[in-house]
Structures are given as structure tokens and as C-alpha cells.
């Protein structure tokens, strides 16, 4: 029997392809990448054109060799990796790899000594999908592979020549990144505005008016003498206030008008990350890893692994013309014909979009959500249901509304009323808008109908800064100006997140300290480097290597030259960057008498002795310090609470002439093994968690924080700090899940 090997990424891909194969096929996976730049230097020659080196993974030397003598039996190799430009070079690298360390020993005779190589691709799981792949197979698009080669140098310039530098002013582990600090900066800035902002005060008057049947319904006060009111203190909304009493309330025109709402197109990669953090709060990393459970496979009983919706990284709209009569004829089933448009819907593709493949989908519309929620996770379940409303009301007629404007005269001053009552639902009956406004619903109301007043309130307002980025918002204004690409968001987000230099703050990014910092320095040595529209163009020419309008070297070499000239000048400037980030005090060192200046270091920020190295005295900074309610068990001085790169931690007020130092505690007994206690600690991805004193004696670990708050209900003794968009902060008892306001 003819034998073939086909390569994927991922072992769970690997086992949904198989069952669609057969015994014909062997299907293996590489686990990603295998084969990449050193992680110990450079690896990139840049006097000879910026050739690359690359090396094997660490601990990919097995896969490798096993993929090698898989394919010394094979007929063929079909290099089944994604789509984009990462899944390209994976496919280039192994190619490269098999040809150099296969030879066929049976089977049909292949070009340059080995099996025959081909590249095959997909946008969905389907066994449909995959035989038609099979049946066009190809080669590795070089180009691809050229763009992914090309970006992955511009990082590794970036991480390596300028993350040093980062080092030698702060401490070493930081890091800084092409794209990554762009979005650092974003952020940065947003909190300089907030700071900046002034806020004004502005006051309304909401009415509530009464018509001569008795219904009520609310209006504000609008205008005066035809002019917008401005009210800006409490004097002033006094005084419309008097000026509006006693005065008769007649309507003077009713205006009614069908309002037509239409849907949003069916999801790209970047418009997913944006609903899901809005409907369910996921993060981008969050969506992207459910989504590429989705994508590869999940098993339904007896059916195996199933793919169920089609690749997630995209920047298309499109649907392809059996997706839309499938996505068509299910709409007509479900709600009947009037809830298709008489003109199907056409989106148009951005023109920065590469449009390579489909819009994200499912593969299956007969696999409803209700039908395979007994196999899914609650994350993949929820996700997926958002994906299938979303693609069927992509298609579907405009929601209508009747909307109703009231203008209602009173001397001088114009009072306005809106009301909007629906009509049909259309597109909503598939993907409702939790976040959409509230409909006010008006009475009959006539032009000279007369009103009485029930009452007019003056309401102070403040005008508000503009909000934090979100997960939502951070990822639309990166993709509104240029910076990275679908496929990049999720991992830009994380980056900032594990480095320290951005926390979640009620669920948006608010810059650290340290972030700030960093971002001030590399602002004032980098200035080119990190200009937003220098990024954005940096994208825009990776394109063009993608579609073959320019060479990868020139790219590289574009961007290489600021990068080059402004590091010349860093060497010049250092010194001075160093001691903007040195504070002076008015301390003095108990040692030598100097003053004590606040500097960076690995821990953080603390106070230490310009005297160094003759004088290394050194200490925590006090506003870096919580008080801690106990004394040294060492020495008996106070103890501390302080903020390490792996988190918060309790040590000696006295230090270094102290070096106490342990685990911070909740003072929470652990309610698994009533031994320790629940104490603070950092996972090796950086993320806080809950874990008991006595591990590994007792493994119970917590995600969310708790606090000695005892459930109302269930008297558990403590409860859970959470916050979701919808809900805001809240606690969680972990027992009877009683929600309290925090």
C-alpha cells in the first residue's frame, strides 16, 4: 500500500487529520517550531547581508530525527503546517531538514535523493478540506517564508542589541521588542493624558413630564433661544431652574423615522479578540488558545476529534460561496426568508488585508452549539457560540426600530425627548447585542399636545479622561495604526503583561512603575526605532516581501540603520539616562554620611549609597514597604512587606544587616489541609496565584485572591476577590458561590 507522511504542528491537529487520512497516512507533529535563530547570541551575520544561523530547538532533536526516519519509508511528504507565515517557515525548516537527512529506501524515486516534499494547506479541518488540499498540493511558498525570516530578524536586532542596553541602565532581564514596546508606548501615553486632564464640570436638567392621559416619560432640556445650554456650575443650572417655572409645556414636533441597523461582518482574528473580551471577558491569549483548540480538534463521542471552525488567524471577511449557501439555507430554516436581505451581504476586504484564506467560521453549521456542548469545555462552548451568532448574523436582514424625536417648547428653552420602540428583530435574533443601548419607549404624543411637569432636576456631570486600553480597545488601536499583524496581538499583550511593565488594573492596562520608566528611556534614546508610524510602515514593507515587491535584505537593512545610528549615540547618553533614574533623598547613609540616592535594581526599586563600591551600604525603600504585624524572628526588628520579581514577600526592616525574609501570608488557613496557610506566590509564567505554606506536602492553589471575609450564607471563612466587565469587582465565596459587592 502507497504510504505518505504528513506533518502538522500540533499532536491534537495531528490526531483530527488522521482519522479523515486513514491507514494510507502517517501523520506526525512537530510541536511547533523546530529549528530557529541561538537563544546564546546574535545569530544573525549582519556584514554578510543578515544571513541567519539557525540551529535545532532545544529538546526538537528527537522529533526531528523520528520525522527523518518516518520519512525515509514514505512515498511522499505533505507538510500540513498553518497558513500564515509562521507555519510556512516551520514547513521551510523541516523541508530543509528531510532533505539533507532522508534518503528513500523503497517506494518511488524522489528529486535530490528524497521523498517527494509537498506543501498542502488548508483553512479548515474537514475531511473535505484536507482530500481537495491533497488533490493542489504544492510547493512552499518562498516569499511567505522570506516575510516570517524577515520580521523574526528585525525581533531578534531588537531583543538582543537593544535589551542590553536596558540591562547596563537598569538591571539585567529586561527586555525590549519591535513591537511590544509600540504597544508599551500606547499605553504609556494614554496614562500621561489621563494624568494630564482636566476635568470640567458641566451640569443637565433631566425632566420628567406627564401627558393628559397621565403617562410619564423622561426629557432633558436642550437648548435656549435655539442655542445648545450650557450649563457650567450649580448657579447657572439654579437659575434655568427658576427661569423654567411656571412655564407651560406644549409639544411642537413629533418626527418618526425606521431606523436600520446592520450587522458586523463575520470575524477576523483581530474583530474575535475584540468581541470576546467584551461578551466574556477572555483575554487576547485566551481567545487565540481556546480558538486553536477549536481549529485543530475536539472530541465529539464516537465522531473523534473534529475540527469545528476554520483558521483563526485571518485579516479577511470573506466567506467562501459554499459557506454562505450553507450559512443562508440555515438562516431560512431557523427564522424563514425575510431574514435574509433580497441583496446578499458583500463585505468589503481592508485594503491592508492580505486576504489569503476565509473569514472565521464554523465548518459545520449542522454542529450547533447546543449539539456539542456536552463535549466542550465552558470556555470552548462560550467561544463558539459567539463565533456561530456571529458568522449566521453576518448574513442576515438589518434589525428595525421605530425611532421617535419629541421637540417640547417652554418659553425660550427647548426640552427634547427620544424614544425607540423595535420592529424586527433581523440579524439580532442570531447574535444579540448585550451591550447595546437601553430602548426608552414614549407615549402617544401629538404636535400642541399640552404636558404638565412632574418634575425637573439639575444633575452635576464632570467630563472624564480618556479610559485605560483594554484587551478590546489596546487591540483595534493597534490594528487601526498599523502595528503588528492578527497573528501578533495576543502574543504583544502577554509580553508587556509577564515583563512587569503593564498590570491589569478592574480588568484594563495601566503602565508599572518600572514600565514607565523603561518606556521614558527608550522614548529618549530610541526615539526613531519606536515611532509608531516607522512600526507601522516596518509592517507594511513585510507585506511587500510577502507578495514579492521587495527583497527581505532591504527591509531588514530599512530598518537596521536607525536602529544602528541612534545605539551609537545610546553608548554617549547612558550615563546621563542612568542618573535621571537616580533620585536623590534626604537621607544619609548610616556608614559614610553621604546622601542616599533611590536606584533600580533586581528587586526593584531601593536606597542605596553613591559611594559604591567603596561604600555598599544599601535598603529597601520605605514607601516600597508595607508594615507587617510581626516582629524579626532573627534579630526583633519590624517586618516588612516588599515586591520582588517573583512577587510580594515578607522580610527584616533591617536589611542587609538582616536577611529574614519569607512568603507573604493571606493569614488565611488553608482549607484543604487546615495545616498552612494560604501565602502569595508567582507561577513560572509570572501570573499570581494562592498556594498553601506547607507545599508539596499540600498542593491546594487558588487563582483569585482571598480575604478574610466570611460568606453571609454559607459562613465559609473567606471569599474570593474577582471582577468581570459586566459585574465589576466583586467576591466569590468558593463554596455556595455567593456573589457580594467588594
Not at 80 to 95: F, K, S, V
Request: glycine letters at 8%.
Amino acid at each position: 500500500m502507497r504510504k505518505n507522511l504528513v506533518i502538522v504542528e500540533s499532536p491534537a491537529k495531528a490526531k483530527t487529520i488522521g482519522k479523515y487520512l486513514g491507514k494510507g497516512y502517517k501523520v506526525m507533529a512537530s510541536v511547533g517550531h523546530v529549528i530557529d535563530l541561538p537563544k546564546s547570541r546574535l545569530g544573525v551575520d549582519i556584514e554578510h547581508g543578515y544571513e541567519p544561523e539557525y540551529v535545532t530547538i532545544k529538546g526538537k532533536s528527537k522529533i526531528l530525527k523520528d520525522l527523518a526516519k518516518e520519512a525515509k519509508t514514505s512515498d511522499e511528504v505533505l507538510l500540513a503546517t498553518d497558513l500564515d507565515r509562521e507555519g510556512e517557515a516551520i514547513a521551510w525548516h523541516i523541508a530543509n531538514y528531510l532533505k539533507e537527512n532522508s534518503a528513500p529506501k523503497r517506494g518511488k524515486a524522489a528529486r535530490n535523493g528524497v521523498p517527494e516534499i509537498h506543501r498542502i494547506v488548508f483553512n479548515e479541518i474537514t475531511k473535505s478540506a484536507i482530500q481537495k488540499a491533497i488533490a493542489q498540493k504544492g510547493d512552499i511558498d518562498d516569499r511567505k517564508v522570506d516575510a516570517q525570516q524577515a520580521r523574526r530578524i528585525l525581533d531578534r536586532l531588537v531583543g538582543y542589541l537593544v535589551s542590553p542596553q536596558l540591562w547596563s541602565i537598569f538591571y539585567k532581564g529586561l527586555s525590549a521588542g519591535r513591537v511590544q514596546t509600540v504597544a508599551l508606548r500606547l499605553i504609556c501615553e494614554r496614562e500621561t493624558e489621563i494624568e494630564a486632564f482636566v476635568a470640567e464640570e458641566y451640569w443637565t436638567l433631566d425632566a420628567l413630564l406627564r401627558t393628559p392621559a397621565g403617562e410619564t416619560f423622561p426629557a432633558q432640556v436642550a437648548r435656549k433661544d435655539d442655542k445648545k445650554l450650557k450649563l457650567g456650575s450649580a448657579e447657572e443650572a439654579a437659575a434655568a431652574l427658576r427661569e423654567l417655572e411656571g412655564l407651560p409645556l406644549t409639544v411642537t414636533s413629533v418626527t418618526r423615522r425606521t431606523r436600520h441597523r446592520a450587522p458586523q461582518p463575520p470575524f477576523i482574528t483581530s474583530t474575535l479578540q475584540m468581541d470576546a473580551a467584551r461578551r466574556l471577558g477572555f483575554s487576547s491569549k485566551k481567545t487565540m488558545m481556546v480558538a486553536q483548540q477549536l481549529y485543530e480538534g475536539v472530541e465529539l463521542g464516537g465522531e473523534g476529534p473534529v475540527g469545528l471552525i476554520t483558521y483563526m488567524r485571518t485579516d479577511s471577511v470573506r466567506l467562501s460561496d459554499d459557506a454562505r449557501r450553507s450559512l443562508e439555507q440555515a438562516v431560512t430554516q431557523s427564522w424563514g426568508a425575510r431574514y435574509l436581505p433580497a441583496q446578499p451581504r458583500i463585505y468589503k476586504v481592508s485594503e491592508k488585508a492580505q486576504d489569503a484564506h476565509e473569514a472565521i467560521r464554523p465548518t459545520d453549521l449542522a454542529r450547533s452549539p447546543e449539539q456539542v456542548a456536552g463535549f466542550l469545555t465552558k470556555d470552548q462552548l462560550r467561544l463558539y457560540e459567539v463565533i456561530w451568532g456571529r458568522t449566521l448574523a453576518s448574513l442576515m436582514s438589518n434589525a428595525e426600530s421605530e425611532a421617535t424625536s419629541v421637540e417640547i417648547a417652554a418659553g425660550p428653552y427647548m426640552l427634547r425627548a427620544t424614544g425607540s420602540v423595535p420592529t424586527f428583530d433581523g440579524w439580532l435574533a442570531a447574535y444579540s447585542d448585550p451591550g447595546g443601548a437601553k430602548e426608552t419607549v414614549l407615549p402617544p404624543l401629538q404636535e400642541g399636545m399640552a404636558l404638565a411637569r412632574e418634575s425637573i432636576t439639575p444633575t452635576q456631570h464632570f467630563t472624564q479622561p480618556p479610559p485605560r486600553y483594554r484587551d478590546s480597545s489596546l487591540v483595534k488601536e493597534l490594528e487601526s495604526r498599523g502595528i503588528g499583524r492578527p497573528s501578533t496581538y495576543a502574543s504583544i499583550i502577554s509580553v508587556v503583561l509577564e515583563r512587569k511593565y503593564v498590570e491589569r488594573e478592574s480588568g484594563a492596562f495601566k503602565p508599572t512603575l518600572l514600565g514607565r520608566e523603561v518606556w521614558r528611556v527608550l522614548d529618549a534614546a530610541l526615539p526613531q526605532v519606536f515611532e509608531v508610524t516607522f512600526t507601522a510602515a516596518m509592517e507594511e514593507e513585510l507585506d511587500k516581501v510577502e507578495l514579492g515587491q521587495e527583497p527581505w535584505q532591504d527591509v531588514v537593512d530599512h530598518f537596521y540603520g536607525p536602529l544602528h545610528r541612534q545605539l551609537a549615540l545610546l553608548e554617549d547618553s547612558k550615563h546621563d539616562l542612568r542618573l535621571t533614574l537616580q533620585q536623590p533623598t534626604d537621607q544619609t547613609c548610616p556608614k559614610c554620611g553621604r546622601g542616599l540616592f533611590i536606584k533600580w535594581g533586581s528587586n526593584g526599586r531601593f536606597l542605596a549609597c553613591p559611594g559604591y563600591p567603596e561604600c555598599r551600604f544599601t535598603k529597601g525603600l520605605p514607601e516600597d514597604e508595607i508594615p507587617y504585624d510581626e516582629a524579626c524572628p532573627s534579630c526583633g526588628h519590624k517586618l516588612v512587606v516588599k515586591t520582588g520579581r517573583y512577587g510580594r514577600f515578607v522580610a527584616c526592616s533591617s536589611y542587609p544587616e538582616c536577611r529574614f525574609t519569607k512568603p507573604f501570608s493571606t493569614g488565611i488557613v488553608c482549607p484543604r489541609c487546615k495545616e498552612g496557610q494560604l501565602v502569595e506566590k508567582r507561577s513560572k509564567r509570572g501570573r499570581v496565584f494562592y498556594g498553601c505554606s506547607t507545599y508539596p506536602k499540600c498542593d491546594n492553589a487558588l487563582w483569585n485572591k482571598p480575604v478574610p471575609t466570611a460568606c453571609p450564607t454559607c459562613q465559609h471563612p473567606f471569599m474570593l476577590e474577582k471582577f468581570t466587565k459586566a459585574k465589576g469587582a466583586f467576591l466569590l465565596c468558593p463554596q455556595c458561590a455567593h456573589e457580594e459587592v467588594s
